[in-house]
């Protein structure tokens, strides 16, 4: 009993102590850089010009550095040549990720390479076998490999300035409704993030994780889903299995799920800026809403035959 009485207070006073921590000096971005991928659209393109108005020196990777997200990124820019910088950067390039860390290097600030935001990453909508293997392959190189690709070939710069590295996942990886191959990259970078932080704490370097909710409303990372498009697209096998019907039932749940979700990305954005700006960032960010927060709840501390019973309930909806 005595024996655990340590513990116990230690267990109690962490918080306090997160608290006091938190309340220190935030970070002064002025002459630090940081490295955002998928700065196209979405979070990562309201990230790059946050972190430009807060002072820090912006290399803003770009799938299409052309387009017209890239276009308002460098208009933003133009007033303070040099702090925000678009860079053509496809994260399942090996080639393009080099050439990003080259630029970083030649336009390195006073303070050097402060951080990481592995952002960029793609959506789609399909049960298990209506998803081709290319499909499969593609996921995983963009929203996993493309990650790891990214971090692997910055650590060295991290570890050197003791910066930060923060991964977009999404509560989508405790769960999965009608876009498991989603799920399933987001699960594992989950994994490969609490492998990396652990071994980054003796070096200095923090890493966050952010899990959005449903946010499709602001971010377009998946766009209304069309019912004919998925049943024209289904191999002869899958055609036997499925009817019209049901399949347009699944899209009209997929596209009212699209419906509800959140368009104020900002919310995000502030708990990508407090990983990055705080000297006592969280491990992991959950940014959603009370009803998802609870069906990561069940999902975590219930048995599996639970959560299968809600979700199954949700999709007969």
Request: hydrophobic share 45%.
């Amino acid at each position: 009993m005595w024996t655990a009485a340590p513990l116990l207070l230690l267990f109690l006073l962490l918080p306090l102590a997160r608290r006091c921590r938190r309340r220190a000096a935030r970070l002064e971005p002025a002459g630090r850089a940081v490295l955002i991928t998928g700065c196209d659209s979405g979070f990562g393109h309201l990230l790059a010009l946050r972190l430009h108005r807060l002072g820090f020196t912006v290399f803003a990777g770009c799938l299409r550095p052309g387009g017209d997200g890239a276009r308002r990124l460098q208009r933003e820019a133009a007033a303070e040549s040099g702090r925000l910088r678009v860079l053509r950067l496809d994260v399942t390039r090996a080639r393009d990720v080099r050439e990003a860390k080259e630029m970083v290097l030649s336009h390195l600030p006073e303070r050097g390479f402060w951080g990481l935001v592995n952002n960029a990453g793609i959506s789609t909508f399909g049960e298990t076998g209506w998803l081709s293997m290319e499909t499969y392959e593609k996921f995983a190189d963009v929203n996993l490999l493309g990650s790891i690709r990214t971090t692997l070939e910055f650590l060295p710069l991290l570890r050197k300035y003791k910066g930060r590295i923060v991964f977009m996942s999404s509560i989508i990886a405790y769960f999965t409704l009608g876009n498991g191959i989603y799920s399933m990259t987001k699960a594992a970078i989950e994994k490969f993030c609490d492998a990396l932080r652990l071994e980054m704490k003796k070096f200095g370097v923090q890493v966050c994780i952010i899990q959005p909710g449903n946010y499709a409303r602001s971010t377009k990372i998946q766009p209304p889903v069309s019912a004919e498009e998925i049943w024209s697209e289904l191999s002869e096998e899958e055609k036997a299995v499925y009817n019209k019907e049901y399949v347009q039932e699944r899209a009209n749940f997929f596209n009212s799920v699209l419906s509800e979700g959140s368009a104020n990305g900002n919310e995000v954005v502030d708990a990508m800026v407090d990983a990055l700006t705080s000297p006592a960032p969280k491990a992991r960010y959950m940014v959603a809403k009370l009803k998802e927060k609870a069906l990561v709840f069940v999902c975590a501390l219930f048995p599996t035959v639970v959560m299968d019973s809600v979700l199954s309930y949700a999709l007969s909806k």
